[in-house]
């Protein structure tokens, strides 16, 4: 298979040539959300991006395995190991056990995720579900001597490897800074920049969540999670990481330094990462309290699919400022656009050549380090053309493989009306609850495999705050 896509890789801090380690496949890992709260739409644009990616690599023929955690133990506020605990600030917030914040806000994650046609990862995985495979890798780091125990907690030392930093090129003093939120310096620590991988002495008298381990009742650290279940399901190499790039220092930057001390050699090859999502006052962070959400956005009549066309239409790699303005603005080309597909008839014969011509052309703007806003000017470039609307139609519906904004559908969607005979609607309603069934027992991929056979029947699931709702396509 001809490698095409070139995307930039934090790790050279160039735009490579993407080759996977094994030959048309490709082995991708996430930074899943903390659900302490709503995701901002700052995270939904990192997830919309990577989606974004996912769906770039399926779309010139690679067979892609996806996994993501979801962090519900071990993340504190800090992003280092200083401040509160994430799930246990949720909790006490509302004052709810931290299981229990940790299902609201997972099931919330995935019902944006839906809105968005944000495909779920073909494995999906919480850091509580893993705590054996964390204490095996640590034990593994203590044999090989790059772990110590120190006022009872198990450090991993950073001293013990050739170069730490390799994820960037920014000065030690400068990245520390992000990490003096709290500047209680642990004094347990050999070397300032050793983390913790499992933490014994609770920092929190009310910790919930604790395990057994050899070195006494506690719970884990959030970086050991990401590599415990990229390994899990990856095995001992990966070709793509995701996340944002407040993910690069310390978050990465330590999976990198605990995954190869353990494994005894490179671990992955290409990191990708979306940059911020800010608002006027700056960087949009859950911590700050007040926050934008998706279903606020419904709120005030945003379809979700706007949100993601204004994610798609500027780069990855740029920061990306929020306004209402901006997106109504967005908001009103893309009703032109669905209105101009959504008339379009799609009977008749499409003009191979012309299909293959714009395929193409769409396929190398993504494959130039995922030029969306590129990809989108194909699409208008291709309706303005003087071809078929049947070839119109196809290129629309074959572009929405990758863009998800329901391109072909919105338009009926929006037109639709009228109701549905008492057996079909009944018939829908089973299928919302085995899907619900489905998502408790985290099986994501039956998830969504029943929303796709009604999307086949033309309906169409959205998951809200009230519940699932249906609509006809
Ligand atoms: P968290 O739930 O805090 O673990 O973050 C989930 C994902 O959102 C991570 O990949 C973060 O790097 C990313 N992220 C956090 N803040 C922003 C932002 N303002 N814009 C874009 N991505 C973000
Ligand atoms: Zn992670």
Redesign the pocket.
Known sequence: MENKLRMYNTLSRKVEQFVPKEEGKVAMY????????F?????????IM?DLLEKTLRYIGYDVKRVMNI?DVG?LSSDADTGED?MLKGAKREHKSVMEIAKFYTDAFFGDCGDLNIKTPDVVEPATNCISEFIHVIEGLMEKGYAYESGGNIYFDTSKLKEYYVLSNHSEEELLVGVREDVDEDVNKRNKTDFVLWFTKSKFDSQELKWESPWGTGYPGWHIECSCISMKHLGEYMDIH??????IFP?HTNEIAQSEAYLGHKWCNYWF??????DKSG????SKGEFLTLSLLKSKGYDPKVYRLFCLQSHYRKP?EFSYEALDNIGAAYEKLVRRIGTLKKEGQVDQERFGYYRERFQEALCDDLNSSMAITVLYDMLKEDMSDATKHALAESFDQVLGLDLTVAYRMKEAEGEVDPETESYILAKIEERKAAKKEKNFALADQIRSELLEKGIVLEDTREGVKWKKA
């Open positions: 996430t930074c899943g959300p903390t659900v302490y709260h995701a901002h739409i700052g995270n939904l644009r990192s997830y990577e962090t993340h994430k995701c996340g944002g790039v407040d993910n978050h990462h979306v940059h911020h999502l800010n960087k949009m962070s859950k990306l």
